[in-house]
C-alpha cells in the first residue's frame, strides 16, 4: 500500500486498537507483533525509521557481560537467549562475532562485584583475569543447553602476541567469547515492517508522522512531509519514542519524566592496518576511567566507541570534539603501535540511549534493563492507556515487544494468536542451512533471473532471501552499475527508493544501505544517488537539489563529515 493510500486510511477509518508512537525497534517490533494478533495498529514515526537511538548502536547482539557486574542477570540470561533466536530467525542480519578481551592483570577486581552487590561501592577497577573468567563461565552456562556460539577461552600472553602481533605487549592473557553482531540493523526493521503489513492489512506503519497533540479519545497527527492533520482515535497507546518518550507525552498531554537518557558517540575509520590487526574479532576492553570500549572491524571500515554522557535532548545528540579525542585516546592502549587520527575518520554518529531516569552518580551502572511505564486509562482525563517502554537493548527486541504487546492484547481483552520465538524475519525465511544449499540457492536464482552470479552473491549478503525479489526486478528491464557507488546498479537502487518507504534521499544512504556509514557518502555519489532516487519517486530537478543539500547537511552537521573531510 501506498503512502497516500495509507494516509487515506487513517481519514477514512480513524478508529485503531492500538497506536505505536516511535519507529525504532521497540516500537516497530511491537507493531509486527501486534500485527500477527490481528489487531489494528498504525505505527507513527516523526523522522524515518530506525533513525533514532536504533541507529546509533554498536551494531551489537550481545548478552552484555558487564552487566554481571551490576547483578543484572535476568537482563543477561534474557539477552543471550534473543541473541541466539536472533541468529536463527534473522540469519543473513545477525552474525556470530569472536570478542577478544586483552587482560593487564590477573586478580584486579575481585573485591569489586561483591562490594557492588552489597551498595558500598560504585567506582571502576580495573577486572583482572579471575574476574572475568567467573563472568565468561557464567555466559557460557546461561545457554549451556544451546550450540549457537562456542565456550569461551583463554590464552596466555605468548599466544596471544602470537595471533595479534601488534596487541599490547603488556598483556598476561587475552579472553575470547561469543557475541553476535547486526551489518544492518536498519534493514532488520524494514523487514519486520514488511512482514507485519503482509500479514494484516489493518497494520499500518508511516514514517515522517509525529505525534502532535492528545485530547480525551483521540491524538493528532502531523504528516511531516506535507503538514497536514491527521486525527486517530485509539483504543490503547503505546509511546516507543525511546530518549523521546517524555518529549511525546508532553505533546499529547502528559507530563512524566521517565527517561534519563545518555549519548553514547562511535568513530567509523577507514584503517586497513587496524582492521587488519583485530584479525576479524571485536576487542572489548576497559580503559582507565573505568569505560568500556569497543574496536570492531565492519565490513571494510573499523568501528571505534562509545561514550556515555548524559544529555536533556537527543536532538543535540553529535559527536564532539571532545569525544572524537577521547576515543582515538583509546585505541593506543590495545595497539600501541598503530597511528591513528583524524584523517582515518570517514563518518561519526551519536545517540542517545532511552535509560530511565536515574540519580546514579556513574551512568556505566545505570539498568539496561526494560520496563514499562503505564498510565492507566481514565486516569489523566484520556479514554485510551498510555505505555512508555523505558529502557532496553537492540538484543532484547522481541522480548520486551512481546511484553509489551501482551499489555496492549491485555487491555483489548484478546489473547495472543501468534508466538514469534521462532518466527522467521523477512530475508531471513527459508534461509539456506549450509554453503552446499547457498549455492544451489543462488544458481536456482542465477537461471531465472540471468543476473551474473557475483551480482547475485552480493544482494544475497544484503537481503537474504528477500533477494529474490531485488533480483526479479532488476532483471526484468536493462540495468547498469553506479559510476560512484561500489555494488550497486540502477534498478536496485530504484526498487529500494520505491518498495521501502524512502522519503528523502538520506533514507536511503542512512537507513536502507550502509553506504554513509561506511564513508561512500561523497558530493559526487550524493549527485549519482540524488537523480536516480530522485526519477524513482518522480522528484523534478528542484527537489533533487534540494535532497542533495539537505543529505549533505546532515551529514555535515549530525555526522562531522562532508565528502569525507572531518568538519
Known amino acids: 500500500m501506498t503512502r497516500d493510500k495509507k494516509l487515506n486510511s487513517i481519514k477514512d477509518t480513524p478508529e485503531v486498537d492500538v497506536l505505536v508512537i516511535g519507529g525504532g525497534i521497540n516500537g516497530i517490533g511491537t507493531f509486527r507483533d501486534l500485527a500477527l494478533q490481528g489487531v489494528r495498529v498504525l505505527l507513527a514515526e516523526k523522522d524515518d525509521f530506525c533513525s533514532g537511538a536504533s541507529a546509533a548502536s554498536s551494531h551489537m547482539l550481545h548478552g552484555g557481560i558487564r552487566y554481571l557486574e551490576n547483578a543484572e542477570f535476568r537482563l543477561v540470561q534474557e539477552a543471550l537467549h534473543e541473541r541466539n533466536r536472533m541468529f536463527r530467525n534473522a540469519p543473513h542480519y545477525s552474525k556470530p562475532l569472536p570478542t577478544t578481551i586483552p587482560i593487564f592483570r590477573f586478580l584486579s577486581g575481585m573485591l569489586n562485584a561483591p562490594l557492588k552487590f552489597a551498595g558500598l561501592m560504585n567506582k571502576p577497577a580495573e577486572r583482572g583475569a579471575a574476574v572475568i573468567k ?3 563461565t557464567m555466559y557460557d552456562w546461561y545457554t ?13 600472553k605468548r599466544a596471544s602476541l602470537n595471533d595479534y602481533p601488534k596487541l599490547n605487549k603488556d598483556i598476561v592473557c587475552t579472553a575470547t567469547y561469543y557475541d ?11 523487514d519486520l515492517i514488511r512482514d507485519a503489513e503482509a500479514a494484516n492489512g489493518d497494520a499500518l506503519a508511516l514514517n515522517y508522522l509525529r505525534a502532535s497533540d492528545g485530547e480525551k479519545d483521540s491524538v493528532t497527527l502531523t504528516d511531516e512531509i506535507t503538514g497536514e492533520t491527521y486525527t486517530v482515535k485509539p483504543k490503547v497507546v503505546i509511546n516507543a519514542a525511546g530518549p523521546w518518550i517524555d518529549f511525546v507525552n508532553q505533546a499529547i498531554g502528559q507530563q512524566t519524566k521517565f527517561i534519563g537518557g545518555t549519548k553514547g558517540s562511535h568513530l567509523m575509520l577507514d584503517h586497513p592496518e587496524l582492521h587488519e590487526a ?5 576487542f572489548f576492553f576497559e580503559n582507565n576511567d573505568g569505560r568500556i570500549v569497543l574496536i570492531f572491524p565492519f565490513h571494510n571500515r573499523v568501528m571505534v566507541g562509545t561514550t556515555d554522557i548524559r544529555i536533556d535532548d537527543p536532538e543535540e545528540a553529535v559527536c ?5 579525542d577521547y576515543i582515538l585516546s583509546m585505541i593506543p592502549k590495545v595497539f600501541p603501535s598503530i597511528n591513528i587520527d583524524r584523517s582515518h575518520i570517514v563518518y561519526t554518529f551519536s545517540g542517545v540511549r532511552p535509560l530511565p531516569s536515574s540519580e ?3 551512568t556505566g551502572t545505570i539498568s539496561r534493563d526494560h520496563s514499562i511505564r503505564s498510565v492507566a486509562k481514565g486516569e489523566s482525563g484520556f479514554d485510551y492507556p498510555i505505555h512508555s517502554l523505558v529502557g532496553g537493548k537492540w538484543t532484547s527486541w522481541r522480548a520486551f515487544s512481546e511484553q509489551t504487546a501482551d499489555t496492549a492484547l491485555k487491555d483489548l481483552n484478546q489473547k495472543r494468536k501468534v508466538d514469534t520465538k521462532h518466527l522467521a524475519i523477512g530475508g531471513g525465511l527459508a534461509y539456506p542451512s549450509d554453503d552446499e544449499a547457498k549455492k544451489l540457492w543462488l544458481q536456482n536464482l542465477q537461471q531465472k533471473t540471468e543476473l551474473p552470479l557475483e551480482q547475485l552473491e552480493i544482494l544475497f549478503e544484503r ?3 528477500h533477494a529474490e525479489k531485488v533480483a526479479e526486478f532488476i532483471s526484468a528491464e536493462n540495468d547498469s552499475p553506479l559510476k560512484r557507488v561500489p555494488g550497486y546498479t540502477k534498478r536496485e537502487v530504484t526498487f529500494i527508493a520505491q518498495s521501502e518507504s524512502v522519503l528523502h534521499l538520506d533514507d536511503f544512504l542512512q537507513r536502507r544501505s550502509a553506504l554513509a556509514i561506511l564513508g561512500y557518502g561523497t558530493d559526487e555519489a550524493l549527485e549519482e544517488l540524488g537523480k536516480i532516487v530522485g526519477q524513482s519517486l518522480g522528484w523534478d530537478d528542484e527537489i ?4 542533495i543539500d539537505r543529505t549533505q547537511n546532515i551529514f555535515a552537521e549530525k555526522h562531522r563529515v562532508r565528502n569525507l573531510e572531518l568538519v
Open 134 to 136: 567467573i563472568g565468561l
Open 144 to 156: 549451556r543447553n544451546d550450540d549457537a556460539t562456542p565456550n569461551h577461552d583463554f590464552k596466555m
Open 180 to 190: 553476535g553482531w547486526m551489518p544492518y540493523p536498519e534493514r532488520i526493521c524494514i
Open 278 to 282: 583485530c584479525g576479524g574479532h571485536e
Open 320 to 324: 564532539t570534539d571532545d569525544e572524537i
Open 360 to 362: 546514579d552518580s556513574r
Open 463 to 465: 537481503y537474504g532471501t
Open 544 to 547: 533533487i537539489r534540494a535532497e
